[in-house]
């Protein structure tokens, strides 16, 4: 991809707006459509059963729903409480009710789904009741990194945990006991880790040794991905209790953004008030309808209630998640402009990357976006398809949009070039990509709820509206504005940016500025 391409892409999609998305209703246009023009169409779906999810407007018993479903042959799955449903029948049954076509599609790696190339619309009978449904996919494309490293001619240009501290200032904490104690962060993976490169680690950077409660199993693969994300977050919190989630059956069949939600709600239950990182994706936010994601949302909203912060990182497409990374021999065009789906939530802290500089000691210099266009890799980031954009960034001076949710909203070092030293097998090497930013974050919040609650206040729950509310104005300078740089659609300048949020952190300063917030609002 040439640097005109990208000055030429760059112009074109500088202001997307919500006309851009797939089509609410009638034929799904954009990457829907790609993906099953792509495909091979075995005719109707031959499967006994088809989903889809209803976004309801209240949290009451969706009455209307449950009788029309009855009356089609159709199901409902409901728990008192919720705000959404899930819609279920036979094909045939599916494509009746809600007048779309319901087919089985192969895609290009051999996998077997079902799928509708139109949008269904809320019967006008229910619409008082549901405010939007899902799509009719049962696949999900997902995103699973391999960290991007350099060769391993170069891996000490990589920070040392000790340097990783200085670059973002956390060292103050740790030198006054905060080490993650009594803290948990969860690392959502697809992949597994080997202990041996665990214990490595530590003995190679003289932490103390850690093994990880694993949920669900341990993934059999092992590509390095949850490796990264354990390693980095021990090397910032190396007494918080870490925890591997197995994320794999969230991706077997359909279904997937309830198997979040579920995966999310036996979390919290597990381990009330955990810092959770998230370093995979579950396909790009035009994919998918708003609906969709609302069993995620609810869940995740209920775990900050006990204390959870979520990050998860934006992806490393440069600002084209909808792009397949297969394919970069095709022109980017609009339709490959796109957010990571999960990541774009308003209630998910998106983060994104930098490329840092240091002084020997891992002293902070200056940082700007990550971005490596001969390689088209680069930080995500961008305006999402689906989400209004929330309170907490509307007073932002950013016009382009149109009132949509902006990411990512905080962002760190990315670039496997500046990134940290790993343990991947037996070898020291240098990680990298969003999927390192997020787990770094993921660390330095463990730090920060320890802080918080030796000083009397709470952990932090719901980073974004307080990320924006100390940028607007705190005692101590929390962020260092990153205005160097770009990725494939956006470039970074003063203040907030689609590239790298409201920069990277100053941890002592962020810590201090949340007490003080928690101790006046509460």
């Given at each position: 991809m040439g640097l005109l391409t990208v000055l030429a892409v760059a112009a074109l999609v500088a202001d997307v707006r919500r006309s851009s998305a797939p089509?609410?209703?009638g034929v799904i246009s954009g990457p829907y459509a790609a993906l099953l023009a792509s495909s091979t169409d075995l005719g109707p779906a031959r499967t006994d059963h088809v989903q889809l999810t209803a976004a309801l407007r209240g949290a009451s018993?969706?009455?209307?729903?449950?009788?029309?479903?009855?009356?089609?042959?159709l199901s409902v799955r409901w728990r008192p409480g919720?705000?959404?449903?899930?819609?279920?029948?036979?094909?045939?049954?599916?494509?009746?009710?809600?007048?779309?076509?319901?087919?089985?599609?192969?895609g290009k790696r051999g996998q077997v789904f079902y799928a509708s190339p139109q949008q269904p619309a809320v019967p006008v009978g229910l619409q008082v009741?549901?405010?939007?449904?899902?799509?009719?996919l049962g696949y999900t494309p997902h995103r699973e990194?391999?960290?991007?490293?350099?060769p391993l001619e170069v891996p000490d240009q990589g920070l040392t945990p000790g340097g990783l501290l200085r670059t973002y200032n956390a060292t103050p904490l740790r030198d006054k006991g905060f080490s993650g104690k009594g803290q948990t962060v969860v690392v959502f993976a697809f992949d597994g880790f080997d202990q041996a490169d665990l214990d490595m680690f530590s003995t190679t950077f003289n932490l103390p040794k850690f093994t990880p409660d694993v949920v669900g199993g341990q993934p059999e693969s092992r590509r390095g991905e949850a490796t990264m994300d354990l390693e980095a977050i021990h090397a910032i919190a190396p007494d918080a209790k870490k925890v591997l989630v197995n994320a794999r059956n969230t991706v077997e069949g359909d279904g997937s953004y309830e198997k979040i939600a579920t995966m999310m709600e036996d979390t919290a239950r597990r381990y009330p008030g955990a810092v959770w990182n998230f370093s995979i994706g579950w396909g790009c936010d035009k994919l998918i309808t708003a609906a969709d994601l609302e069993p995620v949302r609810a869940a995740l909203t209920q775990a900050h209630?006990?204390?959870?912060?979520?990050?998860d990182a934006s992806g490393d497409l440069?600002?084209?998640?909808?792009?397949?990374?297969?394919?970069?021999?095709?022109?980017?065009?609009?339709?490959?402009?796109?957010?990571?789906?999960?990541?774009?939530?308003?209630?998910?802290?998106?983060?994104?990357?930098?490329?840092?500089s240091t002084d020997a000691k891992g002293g902070w210099l200056a940082e700007q976006s990550w971005y490596d266009l001969p390689l088209s890799q680069g930080t995500g980031g961008g305006v999402s398809a689906l989400f209004e954009r929330p309170k907490w960034q509307r007073n932002l001076s950013v016009t382009t949009g149109a009132g949509q949710r902006l990411t990512p909203d905080i962002a760190a070092v990315a670039d496997p070039f500046t990134g940290v030293k790993i343990v991947f097998n037996q070898q020291v090497i240098v990680g990298g990509g969003t999927s390192l930013s997020a787990p770094v974050w993921a660390g330095l919040t463990a730090l920060m709820n320890q802080f918080l609650l030796d000083r009397g206040g709470h952990r932090i729950g719901d980073l974004n509206p307080l990320l924006y509310h100390i940028a607007e104005g705190a005692p101590l300078p929390a962020f260092r504005d990153v205005t160097l740089g770009g990725n494939a659609v956006a470039?970074?300048?003063?203040?907030?940016?689609?590239?790298t949020g409201l920069g990277t952190p100053d941890v002592d300063n962020l810590a201090q500025n949340i007490l003080v917030t928690q101790k006046v609002i509460g």
């Open positions: 089509a609410e209703s018993r969706p009455d209307l729903l449950m009788g029309w479903a009855q009356q089609q042959g919720d705000t959404w449903a899930i819609l279920e029948g036979a094909p045939a049954a599916i494509a009746g009710a809600l007048d779309v076509e319901v087919h089985d599609y192969r009741e549901v405010s939007g449904l899902g799509r009719i990194s391999k960290p991007p490293m350099p209630k006990k204390g959870t912060t979520a990050f440069a600002g084209l998640e909808c792009k397949d990374g297969q394919e970069w021999s095709a022109p980017p065009s609009t339709d490959d402009v796109g957010l990571d789906a999960v990541a774009s939530m308003p209630e998910m802290t998106d983060v994104g990357g930098t490329t840092l470039i970074a300048g003063p203040g907030y940016d689609l590239v």
